[in-house]
């Protein structure tokens, strides 16, 4: 402490964040979450405008938009 400033304790936490937070439902939010960026992934590699994404997927546009935005907590 040369400045006269303490530092933070900092705690380590593991590769899931949602788990570290102690939610109720972390499990399901992982699980959603890691869903959510494959579809949008997939999405993406393949080149599929949101309206082609939306004819395959048999979703709005708006839902494939919330997909391709990471909000995910609109599916289940």
């Known amino acids: 402490m040369r400045d006269g400033h303490q530092t933070p304790d900092v705690e380590i936490g593991?590769?899931?964040i949602v788990v570290d937070l102690g939610l109720d439902d972390?499990?399901?939010?992982s699980t959603r979450t890691a869903?959510?960026?494959q579809v949008m992934k997939t999405?993406?590699?393949a080149g599929f405008s949101q309206k082609e994404a939306e004819k395959r997927l048999?979703?709005?546009q708006p839902e494939v938009s919330a997909i391709m935005?990471?909000?995910?907590?609109?599916?289940?």
């Open 58 to 60: 048999g979703l709005t």
């Open 14 to 16: 593991s590769d899931r």
């Open 26 to 29: 972390a499990d399901a939010l």
């Open 43 to 45: 999405i993406r590699e």
């Open 35 to 37: 869903l959510g960026i």
């Open 69 to 76: 935005r990471a909000q995910f907590c609109r599916f289940s």
